[in-house]
């Protein structure tokens, strides 16, 4: 059963509106004891100022959301596999009493005649009343937008937006909960984790829109910033038989050798600037371009080459049937060509090396990188656009990107004294032909439209690591295929 509520009001003049809404969903799932719920709240507001040259725009929202039990996939914790595999000559109404009064424990205790092992799991009830599993979250976002028009050609614009969340999960496993869940506890197992995740975003824009007599301009320039910020908080492990109680859910009965307590989280952030213009003659010719410079967190203090990154793009199109006499069979026909280059900044905590604490030790586990890159993508593409015979219309292009300085583990035994290291190369290949054809017809009342698409693409490892120096050892390695792992018996293999 799913409910939903929802009630709004709008109230305004000509000069400043504004928008109330609240909301409500109620779920409670076929799965016993399975429930959730979200009630959401927004505001905004649009005002005119300076003869409606100026305006503000201003919103917020606010969501509650609470999870129980949602299903699980997998064997032990997944309801549906221990129900579905059932005896059907079994008595079901015997194992709905889930649980039954254990005197030589003093507790209640888990009823499962059909045993525990990988596939009869444990019950079905027992899971979703005595493994409970609680998502809490709660979730704010704020936004603002001003804008500005200094002339009926040129404007300026900026925007702010915040989200932030916290979110708080809960495990608890009652005492005779099956041991690889409950990691070898008969008291049970107790777990929470709590995140916070907070986003913000502002830029501000210059705008031209602009027509000479045959020449149209539409150019932008600004500047953007990006801060993104999480921290998590985890205790979790199984009930000390020797200090706490059964089912007493509290980390101060945990086993604190048995127990994980992690912290952990990051800080990225990226500064950016930013330009386009495309430039129109006649309505035929057209020019268009890009660029960018972007200061990600991941390259600061970093021994690299660049601390920053910049991709331009650039592109052409002409409207042949503005400037040719072509048959009156064609309507339109456009040639289009482009180039682009984008950049993207490697992973996290790559430039500096990683001490993670193990057997009351400090162990390196990852190797410094010294010469950081961005990994980068150049592409270039041309394409046709064309209406023809009234009522058909294609669209052919071809593709070609080229993508380097790709960051992955090689799986190698170095001589670093680590035990993992990145490193930036490769040379990957992607090209490929879309073919779009469409058909549109109208008789009378009656309409017909088709639309028929091939496409082909092809995608090719021309360079894994050829040559790559490790710059602390000298070491030159070379490598023409790679085991990126899988699942089981079946592996992805790079060569």
Known sequence: VVSTENVSLSTGTEKNQSYLSAGAVNSKGIVPNNKYNRYNFTFRNTTSFLDDKMKLDVGASFINQYDRNMTNQGTYSNPLVTAYLFPRGDDWADVKMYERFNEQRGIMTQFWPQGFDELRGQNPYWINYRNLRENKRDRYMLNANLSYEITDWMSVAGRARIDHSVNTFTEKFFASTIMTLAEGSENGLYGITEGREKQAYADALLNINKTFSEISLQANIGTSITDNRYQELKNRGPIDSKVGLANFF????????????????????????FASLELGYKSTYYLTATARNDWPSQLAGARSVKSSFFY????????FSEMLDLPEQISYLKLRSSYASVGLPFPRFLANATYPWENNDWANVTYQLLDLKPEKT?????????????NFNLDVSYYNTRTFNQTF????????GASKIYIQTGNIANEGVELALGYDKKWRQFNWISNFTLSSNRNKIKEL?????IEETGEVINKDRLDVGGLGLAHFILK
Do not use: C, W
């Open 250 to 273: 509290d980390v101060v009965h945990l086993n604190r050798n048995a127990s994980k307590y992690v912290r952990s989280g990051y800080h990225d952030q990226t500064q950016s600037i």
């Open 465 to 469: 690591v050829s040559n790559y120096v």
């Open 312 to 319: 331009p793009s650039v592109g052409g199109s002409v409207v």
């Open 378 to 390: 150049n592409s270039f593409e041309v394409g046709l656009t064309m209406r023809f015979l009234s």
């Open 409 to 416: 583990d090689p799986q190698l035994d170095v001589s670093t």
